[in-house]
């Protein structure tokens, strides 16, 4: 089941046209990312530091179906899924809610697991391969 976020749409997430500038979409999906690792039990503050890893995006694509403006109300939905021992998407799917929920745009990153010692390609930590949905974890 995907985690869900809610959010609302601030000033500063908006352009000069007072629409969310294109790139704050990706920052929204990710607040919604850490959200849900926390939400998990995952301590961000020291997960990484413990771990040796890093997990950064390989690969980012967006569909910008509708415009979000200030104060808009969202559920941003995260949805990971496991690609190998060492990598994993994640779908995003932002909804304007109100009156009649519309979805504003569909988001997917992929995600490399590379130690912090030799920027080599390693397994997911279990916890992490627990999160996304390994072979012995939870798919959310």
């Known amino acids: 089941m995907p985690f869900s976020y809610l959010r609302t749409v601030h000033f500063a997430d908006t352009d000069a046209a007072g629409v969310v500038f294109f790139a704050n979409y990706l920052a929204i999906c990710h607040e919604a990312y850490e959200e849900s690792l926390a939400d998990s039990g995952i301590?961000?503050?020291?997960?990484?530091?413990?771990?040796?890893?890093?997990?950064?995006?390989?690969?980012?694509?967006?569909?910008?179906?509708?415009?979000?403006?200030?104060?808009?109300?969202?559920?941003?939905?995260?949805?990971?899924?496991?690609?190998?021992?060492?990598?994993?998407?994640?779908?995003?799917?932002?909804?304007?809610?109100?009156?009649?929920?519309?979805?504003?745009?569909?988001?997917?990153?992929?995600?490399?697991?590379?130690?912090?010692?030799?920027?080599?390609r390693t397994p997911l930590p279990e916890t992490l391969a627990g999160w996304v949905g390994g072979p012995s974890g939870r798919q959310l």
């Open 43 to 120: 301590n961000l503050k020291t997960f990484f530091a413990e771990t040796a890893t890093i997990v950064p995006v390989t690969k980012c694509e967006a569909e910008y179906l509708r415009p979000l403006s200030c104060g808009d109300k969202l559920r941003v939905t995260v949805t990971p899924k496991t690609l190998s021992n060492h990598s994993y998407e994640l779908r995003y799917e932002i909804t304007r809610l109100g009156a009649l929920p519309k979805v504003a745009a569909r988001v997917r990153t992929e995600h490399v697991c590379i130690s912090t010692t030799n920027r080599e």
